[in-house]
T-cell receptor, first 108, second 113 residues
């Protein structure tokens, strides 16, 4: 069964304290792994797509990496405006399967 | 501005009263989809459509209907809503092809009493 698991469920950081979010997946025939950011009251906002093991992508303080079984979202020197829920999803055929998300809170 | 528009944004209704949530996109995307988001369960796909007149079930299709008569519109229909369909609903669209990111609307919060 295709499945996506994210950890931790919630993460509290001090401003400037770097950390990583994990996304483990099992899917038959990965067609893309996605990271989204979701702010309260809003729809998910696309961040990255990763297609194959070893691939890395960066955007400002965020860096996403991919292995054959998991993906990491590294946050370097986070700021309060990085506070949001981060969602991981995998494409399996026509479906998009989401993990439950990691709620990130960054305190000044 | 490229966007996915859902209406209504909020709705409180009663069990059994048919309702439709509309979704429209202005990006000429072939693929559209509906999700529901519940605490502890995350986003789950209800239905998706690869193109006009083509729809498929997602992981939680029971109690929902969809139609895709035009490329830009993908309404979600609850023929006889029940309280367990109280949720936050999102519509999304993307271009055809593997690995293409989906663009989401801002959501519709449904409360069914």
């Amino acid at each position: 069964e295709d499945q996506v698991t994210q950890s931790p469920e919630a993460l509290r950081l001090q401003e400037g304290e770097s950390s990583s979010l994990n996304c483990s997946y099992t899917v038959s025939g990965l067609r893309g792994l996605f990271w989204y950011r979701q702010d309260p009251g809003k729809g998910p906002e696309f961040l990255f797509t990763l297609y194959s093991a070893g691939e890395e992508k960066e955007k400002e303080r965020l860096k996403a990496t991919l292995t054959k079984k998991e993906s990491f979202l590294h946050i370097t020197a986070p700021k309060p405006e990085d506070s949001a829920t981060y969602l991981c999803a995998v494409q399996a055929g026509g479906k998009l399967i989401f993990g439950q998300g990691t709620e990130l809170s960054v305190k000044p | 501005e490229a966007q996915v528009t859902q209406n209504p944004r909020y709705l409180i209704t009663v069990t059994g009263k048919k309702l439709t949530v509309t979704c429209s996109q202005n990006m000429n995307h072939e693929y559209m989809s509906w999700y529901r988001q519940d605490p502890g369960l995350g986003l789950r796909q209800i239905y998706y459509s690869m193109n006009v007149e083509v729809t498929d079930k997602g992981d939680v299709p029971e109690g929902y209907k969809v139609s895709r008569k035009e490329k830009r519109n993908f309404p979600l229909i609850l023929e006889s809503p029940s309280p367990n369909q109280t949720s936050l609903y999102f519509c999304a669209s993307r271009v055809r092809g593997e690995g293409q990111p989906q663009h989401f609307g801002d959501g519709t919060r449904l409360s069914i009493l």
